[in-house]
Structure formats: C-alpha cells, structure tokens
C-alpha cells in the first residue's frame, strides 16, 4: 500500500495582540504595527491538520475523519475558541500569540493522540488572514 495523506479543517476565533513588555509602545507599533493594539485585535483562524499513513485494509482509512476532528476539537477549538490569546490560553502563557507560535504549541497538544488514534501528524496550517497563514511540519 502507498502512503496517503488526509486533511481535515476547522475554524475558531480568538483575539490577540503582538507586544512585549519589555518594549516601549513606539518600539511595539514599529516592529508589530496595528498588532500591538493595546485594545487586541481578532481573526478567524482555519487550521488544517494533515494525517499520514497507509491506509487500513479493513477501513480504507489512515485514521478516521470522525476521531481526527475529535481530536482537534478538545485539544485546539475548545481551548482556542472566542479567547483571548494572550490572556486565557493556558498552554500559551508567557508565549509571544504569533501564529508561528500557535501553530507549534498545537502540534505539540495533537501529535501523541494523533497517533494513539492511529495516525501520524505530517503538517499543520494555520491561516490566520486570507493573505496570512504558517505551515509548520514538526522538527526542532
């Protein structure tokens, strides 16, 4: 059998802003413009996670469409869902809301369940704008 890849697709909306801390509002707005809002500022993020594997003789599936968006559900859109990035994510805490960011952490909540359910996490891509999105395929 051939390796196939499988991809499923969610929505959430969530707010967030682009800030340190550390940095003055001048230095903020130069380096993050109209993100550093102090007031945040929202999207509509889709996210597609990408399953790889061989597909199970008996099913025809590389992992089941219904247990992958079980999956994403409890592990990125319940937690991610109409929050505030910055301030009620737990496993965002004392992270910078970029969606580079995001996208590592949720690959990180999904990969091990994932593969109890049989599969093997190959790609996320999170779209955070219709212009703006990350791919992000695991490793260091």
Not at 29 to 53: D, M, P, Q, R
Not at 69 to 77: C, G, M
């Amino acid at each position: 059998m051939k390796t196939v890849y499988i991809t499923r697709r969610e929505t959430f909306n969530a707010a967030h802003k682009l800030y340190r801390e550390d940095w003055s509002d001048e230095k903020n707005l130069e380096v993050f413009g109209k993100c550093s809002n102090k007031n945040w500022h929202g999207h509509n993020f889709a996210i597609y996670v990408t399953v790889k594997g061989v597909p199970n003789p008996e099913t025809g599936f590389v992992i089941n469409l219904k247990d992958l968006s079980d999956i994403i559900n409890d592990e990125v859109i319940e937690p991610l869902d109409h929050k505030n990035l910055n301030l009620d994510v737990l496993f965002l805490k004392g992270i910078m809301a970029s969606t580079e960011n995001i996208a590592v952490q949720v690959w990180d909540r999904i990969k091990t369940p994932i593969e109890k359910a049989g599969g093997v996490l190959s790609k996320i891509k999170l779209v955070e704008t219709e212009n703006n999105f990350v791919e992000y395929y695991g490793g260091e």
